[in-house]
């Protein structure tokens, strides 16, 4: 097939540090060449990629300091995708509902992978004007906040890895680990409360945006006072490899509908359990008691730290061979790309691909 593949350019492709959506469109653009496809990435220019890489900004914005309206770089890039239609088979878009109004203007399906949360109130009327659009969750929970709408649902495709950049370790290391962001939805006060009523370390590998910078220096700065606590910032994807291979268990203590949480696939490949918060797609990502524990509260959390030491970490890293690999979901984004060649220009009303769900076998 003739795939074009359309990524946020916020981050590059790779991501050079934090970026959950554009490591996924780097897996599913690779595994796809790999898999014999013809691949064109619509991304940043620093984006680095086996397909062919057309470049509709010179760098990733996040990373810019001159960027001011990042959002024009990208409707660009769709009117230019767009007028390019009839060089591919299929369109795979990754940057949410600015594709929705492009939809209805070529013959060339396109399929929009929803990566954000979906408990947005003025999310709803977008959603009532394109229900004829093809879109595909990343977890069924992310679904649920637009379940009284009727909504193009293809399928819902798990994110995958490459598990190859996440070495396996058999044993535990001696310290807890916090990724991702910090921002008031991910609780890294509660990280922190866990490592102090636990005595372990905690290291925390972050990043702060402009829009959460005060919350960290007024609420979460004086927590990471505390000699238990390691800052260590973003980092790139090898010290991220390292530093959860040699972790004891990644916290995930979120507060909020997680759509899908790239970060405790990750631990898991390197064998390192999760004591996550439920909560959005946790359920679906861990088989509780196994690769880790789904907990309701703060309290649960704490007692489920001595308990990491009697899963096996081999459970881990198979839970993510089996069903959170990039080359599963390059599977199953093929299979979504050839229903929609069969039903060209046929609005998707209801669900055409059963919703995965994780096996606990």
């Known amino acids: 097939m003739r795939i074009a593949q359309i990524a946020p350019l916020f981050e590059s492709v790779p991501p050079q540090l934090y970026g959950g959506t554009e490591r996924v469109v780097y897996a599913v653009t690779e595994q796809l060449v790999r898999r014999g496809h013809d691949v064109t990435l619509f991304a940043s220019g620093d984006s680095q990629t086996s397909a062919e890489l057309v470049p509709m900004w010179p760098c990733a914005s996040r990373l810019d300091p001159h960027s001011i309206d990042p959002i024009a770089a990208q ?3 769709l009117e230019y995708v767009v007028q390019r239609a009839h060089s591919f088979d299929i369109i795979h878009s990754h940057v949410d509902y600015y594709t929705f109004p492009f939809v209805r203007r ?21 959603f009532r ?3 004829d659009v093809p879109v595909v969750s990343i977890s069924n929970s992310q679904r649920e906040p637009l379940r009284d709408l009727r909504v ?29 962001r910090i921002c008031p939805e991910k609780r890294p006060d509660r990280a922190v409360a866990i490592a102090r009523a636990s005595g372990m370390p905690l290291k925390v590998a972050a990043k702060i945006d402009k829009v959460d910078r005060e919350y960290y220096e007024t609420t979460i700065a004086p927590l990471f006072e505390d000699p238990l606590v ?19 268990a990644l ?15 990750e631990a898991l490949a390197c064998g390192t359990p999760v004591i996550a918060m439920r909560g959005g797609s946790v359920e679906e990502v861990l088989v509780d008691g196994e690769t880790g524990f789904v907990c309701d509260t703060l309290d649960e959390m704490i007692a489920s730290v ?10 881990c890293r198979e839970q993510v061979d089996a069903h959170f690999s990039a080359d599963v979901m390059a599977a199953h984004y093929e299979e979504v790309y050839e229903h929609l060649l069969v039903q060209r220009r046929q609005p998707l009303i209801t669900p055409v ?8 076998s």
Do not use: C
């Open 152 to 180: 193009g649902w293809a399928a819902t495709v798990y994110n995958g890895i490459f598990t190859d950049h996440f070495t396996f370790s058999r044993q535990p290391g001696n310290y807890l680990v916090f990724l991702g």
């Open 106 to 126: 070529t013959t060339t399906p396109i399929v929009t992978t929803l990566h954000g949360r979906l408990d947005i109130p003025e999310l709803q009327p977008i």
């Open 306 to 315: 001595p308990r990491v030491a009697e899963l096996d970490r081999r459970r």
């Open 353 to 360: 691909l059963k919703s995965r769900s994780v096996g606990l």
């Open 75 to 77: 409707v660009a890039m």
């Open 251 to 265: 916290l995930f203590p979120i507060d909020w509908r997680e759509p899908f949480g790239l970060t405790m696939v």
């Open 230 to 248: 390691e800052y260590i910032g973003e980092v790139d994807e090898q010290a991220k490899a390292a530093l959860l291979r040699d972790a004891y």
């Open 129 to 131: 004007l394109y229900g």
